[in-house]
């Protein structure tokens, strides 16, 4: 942590706002992330707990008071702050920087004046994007996708979220959506019920909220060991196919086989160069990894050469630091 004191006074090296401090804000099911950034560094975050289900208008006064506390121990000033960089996992018009659409999180967010809050609070600019186009900046900017111009970000957990970058721009489309919904690509059209309303998406077939079912549905269920844990998740999916549980070796090559048939129509649809992977599920990605890389290269119509796999440099925290980017790139418009 931080201990000097930090004042609006600072020397900017390009634009006007080099030296100044961003405040970004990553808005998930369970946890909020709050982090300072200056240029790309992460200087300090925090995690609070989410209500997700009593809405985001419900949320913002904990956010403020968090956020003072936050800068308080940071010693930053309100006037060193450029902006807010504020990421949402549903889709978002980042151009007027307002919610157009949850998926049962944070449902009264098309109703939430964001940039208004604020500039009421705190007298800042506010820029808001949906999470996986954030982390995509963070990944293209700072880490495992620098230097290329032609990406695919996909986050593989509770739900499966996607990004693009096309000639070094985000892929936005008329409505805010395009890229952003690789997680409903339908993989199998007599799938299962996804909650987007279709059927046989990639996140209805392998995710984190459907795996339970997945793994009950096994009509040798009740014979594997992995019907004694607690929780049906992919730790213990991974614990048990290591274990040659073959209820849990063959949920996972299901998953695999999803995964790969997800990301194989992200390559035909978007033509990158890279995917980069991140997610709770990645903590997994020795296994994952190799297994979609072969996959891919086995599959994939791409004459030129394979598309690489590969992880994210901040797992955890790239949406942080793609807010830290919108915020100072939106300020030298
Ligand atoms: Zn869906």
């Known amino acids: ?67 003072d506390l936050f800068m308080l121990a940071n010693q930053v000033e309100n006037e060193a702050v450029l902006g807010i960089g504020f990421s949402f996992a549903g889709l978002v018009d980042s151009a007027v920087n307002r919610i157009l659409s949850t998926n049962q999180k944070y449902d009264d967010g098309p109703d939430t004046d964001l940039v208004g809050w604020a500039r009421e609070k705190w007298n800042w600019p506010l820029y808001a994007m949906n999470d996986a186009r954030m982390a995509l900046l963070g990944e293209w900017q700072h880490g495992a996708g620098q230097g290329c111009t032609e990406l695919v970000a996909v986050t593989l957990g509770t739900g499966i979220g996607s990004a693009v970058l096309i000639g070094g ?129 086995q599959l994939a119509w791409t004459p030129w050469g394979k598309v690489k796999l590969v992880e994210a440099k901040f797992p955890d925290s790239a949406a942080l630091v793609g807010a830290d980017y919108l915020v100072r790139k939106s300020l030298l418009k």
Do not use: Y
């Open 1 to 67: 942590m931080r201990k000097t004191k930090h004042t609006g006074t600072f020397s900017p090296p390009f634009g006007g706002v080099g030296g100044g401090f961003s405040v970004a804000i990553d808005l998930g099911g369970t946890f909020i992330k709050i982090g300072l950034l200056q240029n790309g560094e992460l200087i300090d975050r925090k995690e609070i707990p989410a209500q997700s289900a009593s809405g985001l208008k419900a949320q913002l006064p904990a956010l403020e008071s968090e956020i």
């Open 169 to 297: 721009e985000l892929l936005i489309g008329k409505h805010f959506q395009a890229g952003n919904l690789g997680g409903h690509f339908v993989v199998n059209h007599k799938g299962t019920d996804c909650t987007c309303g279709n059927v046989g998406c990639v996140e209805a077939e392998a995710s984190t909220w459907r795996l339970p079912s997945l793994l009950k549905e096994h009509p040798e269920f009740t014979e594997s060991a992995i019907k004694g844990e607690d929780v049906l998740d992919f730790r213990a999916l991974f614990h048990h196919a290591g274990n040659n549980d073959k209820v849990a070796k063959e949920v996972l090559e299901h998953c695999l086989s999803a995964w790969a048939a997800g990301i194989i129509t992200m390559i035909h649809a978007f033509d990158p160069e890279m995917i980069i992977l991140s997610g709770g599920i990645m903590k997994s990605s020795a296994v994952i990894l190799p297994a979609l890389q072969e996959k891919v290269n």
